[in-house]
């Protein structure tokens, strides 16, 4: 089972931006926060990750709650490229990725 | 330069018959794994070797086999397909799971329909 829950689907106005939360109560002292997203009828490709501190790229920004049982993807302006899901994945030593539903991000002209 | 490939990009066959899917990476890591996403779009851990030896299996069926030639291929192999085996199946390379940080570069999957 997941060990984050997302919400099952998001819509922005591209342009704007997207806020894509993901909560994960159970989360451990040493488990990463890792985002990934799924374009149509392709792989998963990493977006993002992160410890306890807040971290930015080209791609996306990410925001950590100070207790670590949530956290947001934001994107700064969304593109139709955008639309995708969007898989929020605890990562910790030697485990393997759990990957939940995820959230189907549709972004509108 | 395809930093994950995999072939084919589609199958199609019949019950029964045995068939394999390949998958390079070109990255140097030392850790591959094999995922399947059924027609729920639920994405699901198979296998994950590291350096050739394979160490999680998922309680996958036996009919399953992966088997890794060398750190840069992992091919899997499947024998007396079912219908239930219809899925995409995807390969992924990382480096170590020293840390839970390594990040996963994902194929273009292989989109297997069992008829």
């Known amino acids: 089972d997941a060990k984050t829950t997302q919400p099952n689907s998001m819509e922005s106005n591209e342009e704007e931006p997207v806020h894509l939360p993901c909560n994960h109560s159970?989360?451990?002292?040493?488990?990463?926060i890792h985002w990934y997203r799924q374009l149509p009828s392709q792989g998963p490709e990493y977006v993002i990750h992160g410890l306890t501190s807040n971290v930015n790229n080209r791609m996306a920004s990410l925001a950590i709650a100070e207790d670590r049982k949530s956290s947001t993807l934001i994107l700064h302006r969304a593109t139709l490229r955008d639309a995708a899901v969007y898989y929020c994945?605890?990562?910790?030593?030697?485990?393997?990725?759990?990957f939940g539903p995820g959230t189907r991000l549709s972004v509108l002209p | 330069d395809t930093a994950v490939s995999q072939t084919p990009k589609y199958l199609v066959t019949q019950m029964g018959n045995d068939k394999s899917i390949k998958c390079e990476q070109n990255l140097g890591h030392d850790t591959m794994y094999w995922y399947k996403q059924d027609s729920k779009k639920f994405l699901k851990i198979m296998f994950s070797?590291?350096?050739?030896?394979?160490?999680i299996n998922e309680t996958v069926p036996n009919r399953f086999s992966p088997k890794s030639p060398d750190k840069a291929h992992l091919n899997l192999h499947i024998n007396s397909l079912e219908l239930g085996d219809s899925a995409v199946y995807f390969c992924a390379s990382s480096r170590p799971l020293l840390a839970g940080q390594e990040t996963q570069y994902f194929g273009p999957g292989t989109r297997l329909l069992v008829l």
């Open positions: 070797y590291n350096n050739k030896e394979l160490i």
């Open positions: 994945i605890l990562g910790d030593y030697g485990q393997n990725f759990v």
């Open positions: 159970t989360i451990s002292g040493t488990d990463y």
